[in-house]
């Protein structure tokens, strides 16, 4: 799977919207973008994923670069319960393929 | 919404001792995985089962480490002799067929080895 970067940490005012970037240059022509999230110690929880079109659904928008390079994970209006630590990876869409996390970012939602 | 459930919440064990940890996949999913996280590190693959079968493992699971569907619900991981550096959390997910490819956790059990 492709190496992805994303920055240690970012603050976001709640009620904002919280920009999340994710580096990807080497992803390849049949990887997809997937953002998972982990509230404290809980179990990551699934947010959204993309090939190469923009996305969106209840929880965020993916924003995917026209050379797939790098993505964007939107939150529209932070709120506090938003805490987490979010995780950008590029994986082959295959149901039975692992995940691998790297550090992520700590979004962290300030009142 | 369903669900993976886990238990136990927290295991505490002496050195040397067996564990089962215990994972209920949500129940038409067919991909079943366990992960760990050590404290203060990152989220780390261990295995991956799919038709009574382990399709992929990483380098953490060694002859120490087993996985099991008993029956047609649970999905247990045994660490057969543990060891202090196997404290962590861990994570049991499911999938459930090829194209859906969202994968459901639980809210893992925290293991502790005394």
């Known amino acids: 799977d492709a190496k992805t970067t994303q920055p240690p940490s970012m603050d976001c005012a709640e009620g904002r919207a919280a920009n999340l970037p994710c580096n990807h240059s080497?992803?390849?022509?049949?990887?997809?973008v997937y953002w998972y999230r982990q509230i404290h110690s809980q179990g990551p929880q699934y947010i959204i994923h993309?090939?190469?079109n923009n996305e969106t659904n209840e929880m965020a928008s993916l924003i995917i670069t026209e050379d797939r390079k790098s993505s964007t994970l939107i939150l529209p209006h932070a709120t506090l319960r938003d805490t987490a630590v979010y995780y950008c990876?590029?994986?082959?869409?295959?149901?039975?393929?692992?995940?691998?996390f790297g550090g992520g970012t700590r979004l962290m939602v300030k009142p | 919404e369903p669900e993976v459930t886990q238990t136990p919440s927290h295991q505490v064990t002496q050195m040397g001792q067996e564990v089962i940890l215990r994972c209920v996949p949500i129940s038409n999913h067919l991909y079943f995985y366990w992960y760990r996280q050590i404290l203060g590190q990152k989220v780390e693959f261990l295995v991956s089962?799919?038709?009574?079968?382990?399709?992929?493992k990483s380098e953490i699971f060694d002859d120490q480490f087993s996985v099991e569907r008993p029956d047609g619900s649970n999905f247990t991981l045994k660490i057969r002799s543990t060891k202090l550096e196997d404290s962590a959390m861990y994570f049991c997910?499911?999938?459930?067929?090829?194209?859906?490819?969202?994968?459901?956790f639980g809210q893992g059990t925290r293991l502790t080895v005394v």
């Open positions: 089962f799919y038709n009574n079968e382990i399709s992929e």
């Open positions: 990876i590029v994986r082959v869409h295959n149901a039975g393929n692992m995940l691998t």
């Open positions: 993309g090939l190469k």
């Open positions: 080497t992803i390849s022509g049949n990887e997809y």
């Open positions: 997910a499911s999938t459930a067929e090829h194209m859906n490819t969202e994968a459901f």
